[in-house]
Nanobody, 127 residues
Framework: QVQLVESGGGLVQPGGSLRVSCAAS????????IGWFRQAPGKEREGVSC????????YYADSVKGRFTISRDNAKNTVYLLMNSLKPEDTATYYC????????????????????WGQGTQVTVSL
């Protein structure tokens, strides 16, 4: 069956780095655009980053631009989100999501149309 499994979250000090991963199975990964979303307690879900099926289209929220880098390895059916210069406001549960569409904009702007979601990984930025 379809699975998206996030890993790599944890506790990190402000200014530190983490790399979270999203491992996919059960569908044709190469044809899917993958988005990363996050949600903190009491806040709305936010689209953080995205990489298209062809690698040619990427998206970063203004709040993470210049600090986060998304990449994908289709041979391993995995997407990575490298997070540098982490801030306390980056604290959230991070989810990856997959939709069979060739570009990022509809993934980020229409998350209700995304069929596949992972269970999330917690990222906490604190002293």
């Amino acid at each position: 069956q379809v699975q998206l499994v996030e890993s790599g979250g944890g506790l990190v000090q402000p200014g530190g780095s983490l790399r979270v991963s999203c491992a996919a199975s059960g569908f044709s990964f190469d044809y899917y655009t993958i988005g990363w979303f996050r949600q903190a307690p009491g806040k709305e879900r936010e689209g953080v980053s995205c990489i298209s099926s062809s690698h040619s289209d990427t998206y970063y929220a203004d709040s993470v631009k210049g600090r986060f880098t998304i990449s994908r390895d289709n041979a391993k059916n995995t997407v990575y989100l490298l997070m540098n210069s982490l801030k306390p406001e980056d604290t959230a549960t991070y989810y990856c999501a997959a939709r069979q569409i060739p570009e990022c904009t509809p993934v980020i702007t229409l998350p209700t149309r995304i069929p596949y979601w992972g269970q999330g990984t917690q990222v906490t930025v604190s002293l």
